[in-house]
C-alpha cells in the first residue's frame, strides 16, 4: 500500500481508505527508575562531586547541603534595612524538584562550579624558613628582560628597505643554531625608520633575553641608476628617454619615456624649454620666493601644496615634469615661454631599476641589573636565590649570576643585584632563607571555607569594603582567671554567620589551646577542627612545611586596648581578607589588575560559580570546567598533556543511567580566543557532543550512559520567530550577519549543527574509524528543543523551564522497550504550541519536542511528540528505545559475565557463560525487550594466555509501534 507521508518524520495515527487490517502488539506497562545525575550550580555545597539524594536523606538534606533555591539579600524599605529571600541563579536543586516531582526516585547532584572564600592567619616561628617572592620596589618578581634599544641596519646607499621579514632569538651568541624564539610579523620589534641612510629597527624592552643575539633579515630593493641627458632627444643621439612629451589633457605636464626617476640627492634634475625661436631656456627649480616652478610626476592626492612641499616617493616613481603655477607667473611676466605645442621639453635626469634582496644583520642584546629586596636579613649560608620556568627550579650562583648588598644605614633592606641575562623574560625569582627571627611568614594556618560560595565570604557593595559578610575568625591572647593575660596560650574563634546557624545560640566554634589535649602542632589542630560534627562553616590547612609549628604560635589578630576598661577587643577578621606585614594587620585581598565588576578582583572572597550564557568568555569557561585544559607537551609539536582534569574526567568511572546538564544548552555559545586575541564564538564546540563524548567513553568503560540537554528557548515567541529558530536548528537557512549577531547577542550559537562526532578531547579533532569514516556518538546524547514547559514549586510560584530535567525523569521511569513517543510529561502547559509542519521538521533534524493535545478523557495533557535521539541520519540508533534496550542488553551481559572473572578460561566455563547469556537474553525475549538475538563465544590460544574472551552479540530490538495505518472502507451491507 502506497500511502502520502506529508509528516514522514513524526509517529502518529495515519489513515488511508482502502482495504486492509488493524494490528498492535501489547507492550509491558511497568516501569523501574533509573538514575539521574543533574549537573548545574548551587550556592553551597561541595564541587565536581557527585553527590546521591537518597544517601544523604532526600531532597530536603540535599537543599540544606546545596543551599536550596532561595538566597538571603539586603534590601532598604523606606531606609529601614531588611533581610529577604529571593530566588537565585542556581539551577541544580530547581532541576533536582523537577525530576523528582516527575516522577525519578533516584537523583544525584553534582554542582559545577564555585570558589571557596578564605584567609591566613600568621604563625610566629622562631627560626622560621622564608620563602620570599623576589621582588623590585615596584614589586615586581619577574625576570627583566631587554632594555629598549636599537639597531642599525648599515645598509648601501643603492638599497631600499622593503620590509622586515622576520627576529630570530638565539640562546647565547651563535646565530647558525636553531633559534629560540621566531618573530615573523611586527611583534618581534616596535617600530622601523626606513629613510634611506637611516634604516634603524627599534626594540622595546622586556622582549627579549639580555646577552643573546638575535638576527634580523629584512628584504631590500638593490637600485640600478641610469644617466639620461637631454642630449638624448632623438636629433643628437638615437635615444630619445631626454625627450619629454606634453600630455594632451593636461598641458603643464610632460612626461618621460621610463618611470621611477631617482630621489638621490645627488642626482639632479636640470629642465630646458625651446621656443619657436629656437632659444633654449635653463628652468631653475624654485623661483625667487622659493617656490617651486615644477615638480617631478603627474599627480599625488597627498600633495595640498604644490610650491612648497617636498615631492612625493608616488610623484619619483610616475617621473616626467610638472609645471606648477608658479611657473605660470614666470610666464605671464614674459621670463620663460608658455607651455604651448610649439614649446620642446627635455632634461637631465637618472631612473633606476630594482633587484629585491634578502640580508640580515645580528646584535647582542643588552640589559641591566635589576635590585630586588629581602623582607629581613638572612642566616649566614642559608641564602638560596632561584627562578622557575616551566615547573622548574634553577639555582643562581652568587657573584655569577646575583651579589648581595648589605644595608650601611638602619631600617633598610638587604638588596640582591640579579645580573641581566641571567634567566628567560619573565620567570618568576624567589629567595629561600632562614631568618633567625619571629617572623611571621614562617607559617601560617590557611581557613578556607567549608564550601565555595559567597555564604561564607562575600561582599554587598564592591565599592564599600566594609560591607564584606560571612565567616569571621579572630586570634585572642588568653585571660587569666585574675584578668591577667596569658600571653603564651590562644583562644580560636570562627564565628557561624547568619545562615550556617542550626540554633539561635550556634555562634562560635571556640578553641582554648591550654584546653586541647594533644592537640599542639597547626597539623593536629588543624585535624581536629575538620572532624567535628558541628563544624560546617570552615575547613582547616596547613601547608606542609609549616605543619609541625606549635598552634600556640598563632599570631594574635587585629586589636586595639580599650583606653577606659584596658580590655583588648578584637577585630573580626572575614574570610577574604589577608595579613599585610607592612601596617601590619588584616585588610582586604584586591587585585587591582582586576576591574571594579570582576570578581577576581577579590581572590579571597567566595564565589558561586553562577555564568552568564551570553557571556562567551563565561561559557569558555565553563566548557572547559567540563572537560578539562590541554597543553602542548615541551618540545613536541603534536603531543598533549591534560593541564586541568575537568568534571567529565572525574566522572568517568562513576555509574549513572542518564545525565542532564541544567546549566548550559546544546547551542550555547561558547567563546574562544582567535588569532588577533579577539574573543569569538567557536563554531567547533559545543555542549552537547561534549556530553555525548563523555556518555559515549563512560559506556565503554564503567556502565551504559545516555545524555539529555535542553534547547536554548527561542529569543522571541512570535510565529515567525519560532520557525526562523527550528529553521536555523534544523539547517534550512543561511542566516545573514545580521541575525547571526542578534542570536549570538544571546548567547545562542547560530552555527550549531545537530550532529555529533568523536573527536580528540585535546585537539578538537574528529577521530575516524578503520574505514575513515567520523564516529558517530549522536545516539548518547538526547537533545530536547520544547517549547519551554510550564512549572510550579512553592519557593518560586509559577515558572517556565527547559523541559530536558523532565524529559530526563520521564526516561528514568519507563521501561527499556517503551518508546517517550506519546507520553505524557506532568507539566502546566507550553510556552507555545508548534503546527505539525514544525513537529515534523524538527523530528528530522532529531530534536525531542512536547506536544498539547486532548487526552481519551477530554483533558489537555502534554506529551513528548518523538523520541528521537541525536544519531546521524544513517545511524540504526536514532531511536531513543534502540538505545535504551541495547544498553540494558549489554548491561545484562556485563552481569552475568562479571563472576566468571578470575575462573579458568576453558571450555566448561565458557559453556557455563553461554547458559548464563542464554537464559538470560531468553528473559528479555519473553518480556518484549528483544524479538530475537544470537550470540557467540570466543577465545583463541592466545586469547587464553591472556586470560580474553569475546562475546559477539547481534540483537533485533522490539521495534517502536510509531504510525498506525487505518483502512475504511464503505459496503452496502456486511
Known amino acids: 500500500m502506497s500511502t ?10 495515519k489513515v488511508s481508505y482502502e482495504d486492509g487490517n488493524l494490528f498492535s502488539g501489547t507492550q509491558s506497562t511497568t516501569a523501574t527508575t533509573q538514575s539521574i545525575l543533574i549537573i548545574g550550580t548551587a550556592i553551597d555545597g561541595p564541587v565536581g562531586e557527585p553527590v546521591s539524594v537518597n544517601s544523604i536523606g532526600g531532597p530536603k538534606a540535599a537543599e540544606k547541603l546545596f543551599g536550596g533555591m532561595l538566597e538571603r539579600k539586603t534590601v532598604y524599605d523606606d531606609g529601614i534595612e531588611k533581610t529577604i529571600k529571593v530566588p537565585h541563579q542556581g539551577t541544580l536543586i530547581r532541576a533536582m524538584w523537577e525530576a523528582i516531582r516527575s516522577g525519578n526516585e533516584d537523583v544525584r547532584l553534582l554542582r559545577v562550579s564555585g570558589r571557596a572564600a578564605k584567609t591566613e592567619l600568621p604563625v610566629k616561628d622562631p627560626n622560621s624558613e622564608v620563602l620570599q617572592p623576589l621582588a623590585d620596589s615596584l614589586g615586581n618578581q619577574l625576570i627583566s628582560g631587554n632594555i629598549a634599544f636599537s639597531k642599525a641596519l648599515n645598509m648601501a646607499s ?21 633559534p629560540y624564539k621566531t618573530f615573523n ?20 624592552k622586556d622582549k627579549f633575553r639580555p646577552k643573546n643575539a638575535i638576527k634580523i633579515t629584512y628584504k631590500a630593493k638593490k637600485r640600478n641608476y641610469t644617466e639620461v641627458t637631454r642630449n638624448m632627444d632623438g636629433q643628437s643621439e638615437e635615444s630619445t628617454l631626454g625627450l619629454l612629451t606634453q600630455d594632451p589633457s593636461m598641458t603643464n605636464y610632460f612626461a618621460s619615456e621610463v618611470g621611477n626617476w631617482s630621489d638621490d640627492v645627488k642626482h639632479q634634475v636640470n629642465v630646458y624649454i625651446k621656443d619657436s625661436s629656437g632659444s633654449v631656456n635653463t628652468i631653475p627649480s624654485l623661483n625667487s620666493k622659493g617656490e617651486r616652478l615644477y615638480r617631478i610626476g603627474k599627480e599625488d592626492n597627498t600633495v595640498t601644496d604644490e610650491l612648497n612641499q617636498v615631492i612625493t616617493e608616488v610623484e619619483f616613481k610616475q617621473g616626467g615634469i610638472r609645471f606648477t603655477s608658479a611657473y605660470e607667473e614666470e610666464v605671464k611676466k614674459g621670463t620663460y615661454p608658455a607651455l604651448n605645442s610649439s614649446v620642446t621639453v627635455t632634461a637631465d635626469y637618472f631612473y633606476y631599476n630594482d633587484l629585491e634582496i634578502q640580508e640580515s644583520v645580528t646584535h647582542i642584546v643588552p640589559g641591566k641589573e635589576k635590585e630586588t629586596f629581602l623582607n629581613h636579613t638572612p642566616e649566614f649560608g642559608s641564602l638560596e636565590v632561584y627562578y622557575e620556568s616551566s615547573g622548574i627550579k634553577n639555582i643562581l650562583n652568587e657573584n655569577v649570576d646575583y651579589t648581595i648588598v648589605y644595608p650601611t644605614e638602619p631600617n633598610k ?42 555564604a561564607y565570604g562575600g561582599i554587598d557593595d564592591i565599592k564599600d569594603y566594609a560591607s564584606v559578610y560571612g565567616v569571621k575568625t579572630t586570634v585572642e591572647y588568653e585571660v587569666n582567671a585574675n584578668g591577667t593575660l596569658d600571653i603564651e596560650n590562644r583562644v580560636i574563634r570562627f564565628i557561624k554567620p547568619t545562615d550556617k546557624k542550626t540554633t539561635s545560640t550556634d555562634n562560635d566554634l571556640v578553641f582554648r589551646t591550654k584546653d586541647l589535649k594533644g592537640i599542639t602542632t597547626l597539623r593536629e589542630f588543624a585535624n581536629y577542627v575538620n572532624s567535628l560534627s558541628n563544624n560546617n562553616i570552615v575547613y582547616l590547612d596547613v601547608p606542609l612545611d609549616y605543619g609541625s609549628i606549635a598552634v600556640t604560635g598563632l599570631l594574635v ?16 577578621i572575614n574570610l577574604g581578607e589577608i595579613y599585610d606585614e607592612s601596617i601590619p594587620g588584616f585588610r582586604l585581598n584586591i587585585d587591582d589588575s582586576k ?17 552568564n550564557t551570553a557571556n562567551l568568555a563565561d561559557t569558555k569557561a565553563y566548557y572547559e570546567t567540563l572537560g578539562g585544559t590541554y597543553g602542548l607537551v615541551e618540545g613536541t609539536i603534536d603531543e598533549y598533556e591534560p593541564l586541568d582534569q575537568g568534571i567529565y574526567s572525574k566522572l568517568e568511572n562513576y555509574a549513572v543511567d542518564i545525565i542532564s546538564l541544567a546549566d548550559v544548552n546544546a547551542n550555547t555559545a561558547i567563546g574562544k580566543y582567535d588569532d588577533e586575541g579577539a574573543l569569538v564564538v567557536d563554531t567547533e564546540r559545543n555542549f552537547a557532543t561534549q556530553l ?25 515567541s512570535g510565529l515567525r520567530d519560532v520557525q526562523q529558530y527550528i529553521d536555523l536548528l534544523t539547517g534550512n537557512s543561511n542566516p545573514s550577519k545580521e541575525i547571526k549577531e542578534f542570536y549570538i547577542s544571546r548567547g545562542i550559537n547560530p552555527s550549531y549543527s545537530n550532529e555529533h562526532y568523536m573527536y580528540n578531547l585535546a585537539t578538537i579533532e574528529q577521530v575516524y574509524n578503520d574505514d575513515g569514516d567520523p564516529i558517530d556518538i549522536g545516539k548518547y546524547v538526547n537533545i530536547v528543543f520544547g517549547p519551554e514547559v510550564g512549572l510550579a514549586h512553592e519557593k518560586l510560584g509559577n515558572y517556565v523551564a527547559n523541559g530536558s530535567s523532565v524529559y530526563s525523569a520521564l526516561i528514568s521511569q519507563l521501561n527499556v522497550e517503551n518508546a517517550t513517543t506519546n507520553k505524557e510529561i506532568p507539566v502546566a502547559g507550553l510556552r507555545y504550541n508548534l503546527s505539525e509542519a514544525q513537529h515534523n521538521q524538527l523530528a528530522g533534524g532529531r530534536y525531542v519536542a512536547f506536544e498539547s493535545k486532548l487526552n481519551s478523557n477530554g483533558n489537555r495533557v502534554i506529551v513528548v511528540k518523538d523520541g528521537v535521539t541525536g544519531a546521524a541520519l544513517n545511524s540504526d540508533y536514532q531511536r531513543l528505545s534502540t538505545v535504551r534496550i541495547t544498553h540494558a542488553t549489554v548491561q545484562l551481559i556485563r552481569k552475568v559475565a562479571d563472576k566468571f572473572i578470575g575462573l579458568p578460561n576453558g571450555i566448561a566455563q565458557r559453556n557455563s557463560l553461554a547458559t548464563e547469556i542464554q537464559s538470560g537474553l531468553d528473559k528479555l525475549k519473553e518480556n518484549g525487550v528483544l524479538e530475537n538475538f544470537q550470540f557467540s563465544i570466543y577465545s583463541s590460544a592466545k586469547d587464553r594466555v591472556l586470560g580474553n574472551a569475546f562475546i559477539t552479540l547481534e540483537l533485533v530490538p522490539a521495534y517502536e509501534l510509531r504510525k498506525i495505518y487505518t483502512s475504511v472502507a464503505l459496503r452496502a451491507s456486511l
Open 185 to 204: 610579523d611586527a611583534t618581534g620589534y616596535q617600530n622601523v625608520d626606513s629613510t634611506p641612510g637611516s634604516e634603524t629597527v627599534y626594540f622595546p
Open 557 to 572: 589578630t587585629d586589636y586595639e586596648v580599650n583606653s577606659v576598661t584596658g580590655k583588648y577587643e578584637y577585630r573580626p
Open 158 to 178: 643603492d638599497l631600499r628597505l622593503v620590509k622586515i621579514e622576520k627576529v630570530e632569538e638565539f640562546e647565547g651568541t651563535d646565530t647558525t643554531t636553531t
Open 595 to 611: 576591574s571594579q565588576n570582576d570578581p577576581d578582583r577579590f581572590p579571597w572572597l567566595g564565589t558561586n560559580g553562577f555564568f
Open 413 to 454: 633592606k638587604v638588596s640582591i643585584m640579579i645580573k641581566a641575562g641571567i634567566g628567560p623574560v619573565g620567570a618568576k625569582l624567589y629567595a629561600y632563607y632562614k631568618t633567625g627571627e619571629n617572623s611571621t611568614q614562617g607559617g601560617r594556618l590557611i581557613v578556607q571555607a567549608k564550601y565555595p560560595g559567597t
Open 692 to 716: 555525548a563524548q563523555h556518555c559515549a567513553l563512560v559506556t565503554a568503560k564503567t556502565w551504559e550512559t545516555i545524555g539529555v540537554i535542553g534547547v536554548a528557548a527561542s529569543p522571541l
Open 4 to 13: 502520502f507521508e506529508q509528516y514522514e518524520n513524526l509517529p502518529g495515527v
